[in-house]
């Protein structure tokens, strides 16, 4: 296990190295409740075209309070565009009634109530979170950290929820919200799912799937 952590540390060193010491979240916000939405409508979605739904979408509404007055088909025009769009919007609107009826509009800070909210699991309250309040209960796990985490030999498994628990015993918590936006950029850059870049890559010599070493 110390091997790994080691292995894992260099890894997280040379990705900060790569992009950035402190990586934040891709998706466009202003405020806890507008990265919540965000982070909800990216399911199945690429947070470039949620960037471009939610530019609309928080001109015309930006709190829970104002969510809470709408009927879910008030949102379709704003985020039809967008994979799974009804039930997103049921589950935006029921998320911001909850919100406002328990948690006085507030966005609650801990993983136990946040996944009581309707259509946020795990990964959703992680990103919130970490990104939005710099709490790190857990590491956010998308598809992209599972093609890293599985190429760098972390895990053998596409279970986010085995991946989390991997990485947490792995990496330090100050850097869980940092792994998961590091190995999401690599994913993206690099590594991604269709293919591998390895000579452009900074893990190119440490990589066990490498195609470069």
Not at 6 to 22: M, S, T
């Amino acid at each position: 296990m110390e091997e790994k952590r080691v292995f894992v540390d260099v890894v997280i060193k040379r990705l900060k190295a790569r992009y950035r010491r402190e990586m934040k979240t891709s998706l466009e916000h202003t405020s806890s409740w507008e990265l919540l939405v965000a982070t909800m409508l990216s399911a199945q979605s690429q947070d470039a075209q949620v960037n471009k739904v939610t530019k609309l979408l928080f001109k015309a509404y930006r709190t829970p309070r104002e969510f809470v007055k709408l009927r879910p088909s008030q949102l379709y025009r704003y985020i039809g565009r967008l994979g799974l769009y009804k039930r997103k919007a049921k589950n935006i609107v029921a998320t911001a009634r909850l919100i406002s009826r328990e948690h006085g509009g507030r966005i609650p800070t801990t993983i136990e109530e946040m996944v009581k909210l309707p259509g946020v699991g795990r990964k959703t309250a992680n990103v919130v979170l970490g990104n939005a309040f710099r709490i790190h209960e857990g590491i956010a796990i998308d598809t992209h950290c599972i093609t890293v985490a599985n190429r760098l030999g972390i895990a053998n498994t596409n279970d986010p929820k085995f991946i989390e628990q991997r990485l947490m015993q792995l990496v330090d918590r100050k850097d869980y919200a940092n792994v998961s936006n590091l190995f999401i950029a690599l994913g993206r850059d690099i590594c991604t799912a269709r293919r591998k870049y390895c000579l452009e890559c900074v893990l190119k010599d440490i990589c066990p799937s490498s195609d470069a070493r």
